[in-house]
Structures are given as structure tokens and as C-alpha cells.
């Protein structure tokens, strides 16, 4: 039914809407002045204002169509300049959508839909800011998304407004800290360096004199990016970072550089970790030395013979484990790869026998364990899989190493799986069925170990694949209620709206790899293929033939597709479609398989495909290729 806009509320740019008969809907009607009054919540938006003429010859439009209704603004020529619009159908906008050049560049978002926004999105040309307002009072608590870019741009406002909460939604989380899965050392070192930042924010802000109110952030300086390896001191992951990075910024015609050392890359985008370091009256700034490489360095030194109390022998043994290092890293046979790897193990279990500490052995342990488990999944290290076994024997049952023994169980497992899984004559099946009583065993008897939530996430996934979707449902929701703050829950999260999607409307909107906004509701009235691909997917790449085939034969009945391309370069992907162009829209999103346009929907697997119908609502979840023709044929009759 169309529905009205009843009433406008300006105190947060809301619009309500009502049932209203035709004539009361007549009399309800709103001008495009009365719309384009409302403005963003947040105040660094650019976007489109039309002057007192212009708005004269706009206009606005009700919408209505699959649940969802709601007001276009177009301005003389029909672009469009706004949308307001209510998503759920509870009669109240929840979603306040503002363009600049015809593209979507911010929005305000009710996600919870109690008529106050508590989520801002910068999107287009305007970058990939996501921001988060729990307690919904306009002030942003936390990114969910951010590029390294827009933090620099982030941490020079806060300098300019002396806003220290501004400052430290910038600075990782404890919960984000303990996720990145660096070693114990490095991630107390960290979280040190954060409590300090935020203490002493608000002193240093009002003490420089380098920005103020008029600098404006120009650039984003840094060397590329690098990897802190799983495996480094501890580290149980990879760490993106950048060191040295610097903000360049314009105050009155003269530059300065702001030395902001590393930042951090966490899941949805990029962290500070230190204060801005050097502000003072000189307008070039020396960019002071990152964390991470740097400090590598210092610590590659100590451990060679520079620290006070390292015996002959411990000094040995860390320069065997440096020779080693280097060797694997020159790419040896695979003979001589074997055995560098049961080299280094042998020194890391003799640098864990020398410790002199507790937490010290832990971490030469944890490191010998990943390594092993590493090179074992590379199929460098076959008889990894034993001394896993080995080493997990000789710790469980001893209460001090037991959050460890946990870590080295699930690692062996995971070892042991891998191998198997890499044997020429390998029983798939069985296989599977043996990993996944493993895994429930092991969540059993470690429930809230620090791989409880991988675990659980695998066990998930591994039901989804055999078709018992109550069993992957009911995995993926333990990890959403257990471990909220995981890595693994988001996208638990999404793959179970992803297995319950099935006759409910699905809400898609972002931009294409060329930087053009695209949304789901924008093809309401056809027929819709979602397909999630990559171009390291030779099987996605397969697809493309009969997708191409599908649309040439159902275009004109109401089919449309859109692509959704989980590449984490996105150059890779441009330059592929360059060769083999697509004639459908392609959406992408930094961070590939966990990236925001994966982790809604919980994208496990490539290629995963949805089919949509005209009112918006899932039909398919899991429709393959092969069957596309078919099932076209029938609902497109």
C-alpha cells in the first residue's frame, strides 16, 4: 500500500510515516524545499545543496515497492540529490541517503529502528567511513570501517577541535588488540602505548600550536604497507601495518608534516597506536621511527648478544634460529625445505628448554607450534603433524600449560586435517566426518579456549557443506552468544542471516569497483542473480560463460544480475574485467573474503550465488550456475 509522509521531525531529520487515505495523503504532501532542509547528522559531508532557484524546479517522488517506501528528491534534469526511505515497513524512515553528482556519498541509518539514527556511512567519492552511535547521540563511539587514509585525516581533526574522544575512537580496542593474535609481549606493549595515547591526548592537543582550526589534511604519507608474519614473536596471525605513516596538512598556504608512527589494520579498518609525535612551531615535521620494523631491529640486536644475561648459549641458539629464518626464506627444495624445518624446530624446543621465564617459554612454544603448523599446510613439513602431536602430549595435564595445550591440540588437529586432506587417494568424506567429530570433541572439552570460536566456525561450515543446516545454524548462533567479540562472530552472524535468508527481503547497497554506487532496492521488479566471485576462483570465472548466456537469453523478461567481486586487490580485479569485460555491475569492498560485502551474508565459500525476486526476497540461497537456465525458465515464464 502506499503510504504518506505524515509529519517531519527536525530535531534528527526524521520522517514518519502514517496510513492515510488518498485524499489526507494529498493534503500530507511535502515540498522539495521542506526535504532538502533536512542536512546529515555528521557535519563533514559534501554533498549536493541546491540554491533557492534550484530548488524551485526540484522535485520529490514517493516510493513504494517490496516493503519498502519512502521520497526521492531529483533535481531539474531527474538526478537525484536524496532519499529518505522506511526499510522495514514500520511506517518511519530509517534510512537518509544524500548525492553529490548523482552519487550516493553519505547516509544516516536507524539500524535498529526506534527512530534515531545510530550509524553514519561515507560512501562514492566521499571514501568508506562506517561509523557506529550505540548510545545515539550524533557522536561517533566507533569505526567499523576506516581506511588508513581517513584516520590520518581522522587524528588531524581531533587535533584541530582538541577533541579527545574524537581521538581515541581511533585507538584499537582491547577486544581488537587481543584478535590481531600478536604475541603476548607485543600485545602488551601495544595496549601500554594506547592507555598512554589516551591519557595524554587532550595535554598534547592543547599544547600544539602546528594545527588549528584552519589546517586543512591534505594527504596520506607512508611507505607500503607490510605483513608481521604469523609466527613472529608469538604471533598467531598475519598483521598488516604501516610504519612511519604521516599526515600531511595546510595551515594558511604552509605545509607541515604530522608524524603519526604505525598504524594497525584491524578488522573493518586501521588503528593508532601512539600520540602524534614532534607537534611543535617547525612547519616539517620529522616522521618518527614505527613500532613494529624498528623495533624488530632492536630486538634482533638484544637477542644476538647486546642484552645483559643471555648465556653463550641462549646467543647461539638465537642466531642459528636467524640463519634458519634466512635459508626459508630463500625458497630451498624440498628436500633440503624438510629439513630446515626440523632444524628449527629443534631450536625453538631448546630456546623453550632455556627460558627464563615462564611467559618467555610460552612464547617459544606458541612459536614452534605455528611454525610447524604452517609449514605442515604449505606441504613443506610432513612430519610437523607428529611433533604437533608430541608436543601437545607432553603439555596437557599440567594446569599451567593449559590454555596452551588447548592452543597446540587445535593446531594438530587442524595439521593433521590439512595433511590428509593433501594425500593423492585421499576419502573426502570420511575425512570430513573425522575432522568434525574431532572438532566437536574439542569445543567440548575447551569451551572458551581461545580457538573455540574457530572451532565452532568450522564445525559450522563443515555442516553447512553437508546440507544439515539446523546443525550449521545452531554452531554459527553459539558463536554470536559465546564469543561476541571474536573475529569469527560477524561472520557468524552473516552466514546465519545467509542460511535463514529464504523469503525475506535482503538489503544490499555499496559501491562498484569503479566507484559508482549501486543498491538491490534500485532493481526491485526483477528478477536478481547475486553472484559473490573472485578472480583467483577458477570455478567463478567457469560461471561467467553461463551467466553471460543467461542474461543475454532472460534480460529482457526482467533478469538482471550484479556481481559481487571478493578480490583483496582490487586492482586484480579491474585488470581482469578489462580483458573480460561484464556488462553488469560489479561491487567491491577492501578486504575480499572479509570484507563488509562477505562478512553480511557470511561468504564462506566461492562462488556463492542468490537469486532474488522481484519484491526483493531471497528464492535461492545457493542456486549453482548449471541450474540458472532452469530456474529462469520457470519463474520467468
Given amino acids: 500500500m502506499l503510504r504518506a509522509i505524515h509529519r517531519i521531525s527536525w530535531v534528527l531529520g526524521l520522517i514518519v510515516f502514517a496510513d492515510l487515505g488518498a485524499s489526507e495523503a494529498a493534503e500530507a504532501k511535502v515540498t522539495a524545499a521542506q526535504a532538502l532542509g533536512l542536512r546529515p547528522i555528521q557535519s563533514d559531508v559534501e554533498y549536493d545543496i541546491p540554491t533557492e532557484a534550484e530548488i524551485a524546479n526540484c522535485s520529490v517522488q514517493m516510493k513504494s515497492d517490496g516493503g519498502v ?209 614532534n607537534l611543535s612551531d617547525a612547519r616539517t615535521v620529522s616522521v618518527s621511527g614505527g613500532y613494529f620494523f624498528q623495533q624488530a631491529v632492536v630486538r634482533q640486536a638484544e637477542s644476538l648478544g647486546t642484552e645483559e644475561g643471555l648465556s653463550e648459549a641462549v646467543q647461539k641458539l638465537l642466531r642459528d634460529l636467524e640463519k634458519l629464518d634466512k635459508a626459508l626464506d630463500e625458497n630451498p627444495g624440498s628436500n633440503e625445505l624438510a629439513k630446515l624445518h626440523v632444524s628449527r624446530a629443534n631450536v625453538l624446543e631448546q630456546l623453550a628448554q632455556n627460558a627464563s621465564s615462564a611467559e618467555e617459554r610460552e612464547n617459544w612454544l606458541r612459536q614452534l607450534a605455528n611454525g610447524i603448523t604452517a609449514s605442515v599446510q604449505s606441504g613443506g613439513y610432513a612430519a610437523g603433524v607428529e611433533q604437533l602431536k608430541s608436543l601437545y602430549e607432553k603439555l596437557k595435564g599440567q594446569a599451567a600449560d593449559a590454555e596452551l595445550a588447548a592452543h597446540v591440540e587445535f593446531l594438530y588437529l587442524s595439521a593433521q586435517y590439512s595433511q590428509r586432506l593433501q594425500q593423492p587417494e585421499a576419502d573426502y568424506p570420511k575425512i570430513q566426518q573425522e575432522w568434525l567429530a574431532n572438532l566437536a570433541k574439542f569445543v567440548s572439552a575447551n569451551p572458551k579456549c581461545e580457538d573455540a570460536p574457530e572451532a565452532m566456525l568450522q564445525l559450522a561450515v563443515g555442516e553447512e557443506f553437508d ?171
Fill in 467 to 637: 546440507g544439515k543446516n539446523e546443525a550449521a545454524i545452531a554452531w554459527f548462533a553459539k558463536i554470536v552468544e559465546q564469543f561476541p567479540k571474536a573475529t569469527q562472530a560477524a561472520k557468524a552472524a552473516g552466514a546465519k542471516r545467509r542460511l535463514e535468508s529464504e523469503g525475506k527481503t535482503l538489503v544490499l547497497s555499496g559501491n562498484t569497483l569503479d566507484g559508482k554506487a549501486v543498491s538491490l532496492d534500485l532493481l526491485r521488479g526483477r528478477t536478481v542473480l547475486i553472484h559473490y566471485w573472485a578472480t583467483w576462483c577458477e570455478p567463478c570465472k567457469q560461471d561467467l560463460t553461463l551467466l553471460k548466456q543467461a542474461q543475454a537469453k532472460y534480460a529482457k523478461q526482467g533478469f538482471a544480475l550484479l556481481g559481487i567481486n571478493l578480490d583483496s586487490d582490487q586492482a586484480t580485479a579491474i585488470k581482469y574485467l578489462q580483458s573480460n569485460p561484464l556488462s553488469w555491475p560489479q561491487m567491491y569492498e577492501p578486504g575480499g573474503l572479509d570484507s563488509r560485502l562477505a562478512t553480511d551474508l557470511g561468504i564462506l565459500t566461492l562462488p556463492t550465488m542468490l537469486l532474488i525476486d522481484k519484491d526483493g526476497k531471497v528464492v535461492n540461497r545457493n542456486i549453482y550456475a548449471a541450474e540458472l537456465d532452469a530456474e529462469l525458465g520457470k519463474r520467468l515464464r
Fill in 69 to 277: 517506501a519512502g521520497w526521492l528528491v531529483l533535481d531539474q534534469g531527474g538526478q537525484l540529490l536524496r532519499r529518505f526511505l522506511d526499510t522495514n515497513g514500520d511506517n518511519k524512515v530509517d534510512l537518509w541517503c544524500y548525492y553529490k553528482g548523482g552519487i550516493e556519498v553519505y547516509r544516516d541509518i536507524d539500524a535498529d529502528f526506534n527512530g534515531k539514527a545510530d550509524q553514519y556511512r561515507w560512501l562514492g567519492t566521499a571514501g568508506i567511513r562506517w561509523a557506529l552511535d550505540t548510545n545515539e547521540d550524533g557522536k561517533v563511539e566507533r569505526w567499523k570501517a576506516i581506511s588508513a587514509e581517513e584516520v590520518t585525516a581522522e587524528v588531524v581533526a581531533a587535533l584541530a577541535t582538541r577533541d579527545a574522544v574524537r581521538f581515541q575512537c581511533l585507538l584499537p580496542t582491547p577486544q581488537e588488540l587481543t584478535a590481531l593474535g600478536l604475541g603476548e609481549v607485543q600485545t602488551r606493549e601495544i595496549a601500554k602505548k594506547v592507555t598512554e595515547a589516551a591519557r595524554g591526548f587532550a595535554e598534547l592537543a592543547a599544547g600544539q600550536t602546528v594545527v588549528n582550526s584552519k589546517t586543512k589534511w591534505l594527504n596520506f604519507g607512508a611507505n607500503r604497507p607490510g605483513v608481521i608474519a604469523a609466527g613472529w614473536e608469538g604471533a598467531t596471525r598475519d598483521v598488516t601495518v604501516y610504519d612511519n605513516a604521516s599526515a600531511i596538512v595546510d595551515t594558511d598556504g604552509k605545509t607541515a608534516q604530522i608524524a603519526l608512527g604505525t598504524l594497525i589494520q584491524v578488522d573493518g579498518g586501521w588503528r593508532v597506536i601512539d600520540l602524534p609525535s
